[in-house]
């Protein structure tokens, strides 16, 4: 149990409770069901303008703006990346088994294991 730390409460779970009943309290209180109305003729025609206008075509193009975020690799950036460390981790390994390579780590680990305290 961690230690505790004033202003820090440290609450447990009771034997059986759900993993989201933990991380998630339930609600303080529950939303009353709103009336939907059917649109006005004037909702309508607020709609159209907005159309007309360009505010919805702007909306879009911002929305599709801030969407398309380039983070991450995509499936073809995954496979140049796999081929480049394949081809690296081949070249590291062949000269770490060269010949020079090997008899300057067998020296290191000799002269490690051979030193006088």
Not at 28 to 53: H, K, L, W, Y
Not at 82 to 98: E, I, Q, R
Not at 101 to 114: G, H, K, P, T, Y
Request: aromatic share 6%.
């Amino acid at each position: 149990m961690p230690a505790h730390r004033p202003g820090l409460r440290v609450t447990g779970r009771a034997t059986g409770a759900s993993s989201t009943a933990h991380r998630h309290p339930p609600p303080r209180f529950r939303r009353q069901p709103t009336s939907r109305r059917d649109p006005s003729a004037e909702d309508i025609q607020r709609g159209m303008d907005m159309v007309r206008s360009g505010t919805v075509r702007r909306w879009w193009a911002r929305w599709r703006t801030i969407r398309a975020d380039d983070r991450g690799m995509t499936t073809a950036e995954y496979a140049v990346g796999t081929l480049a460390a394949c081809a690296l981790a081949a070249v590291l390994y062949k000269v770490v088994t060269s010949g020079p390579v090997q008899a300057l780590l067998r020296s290191v680990i000799e002269r490690a294991i051979n030193v006088q305290f």
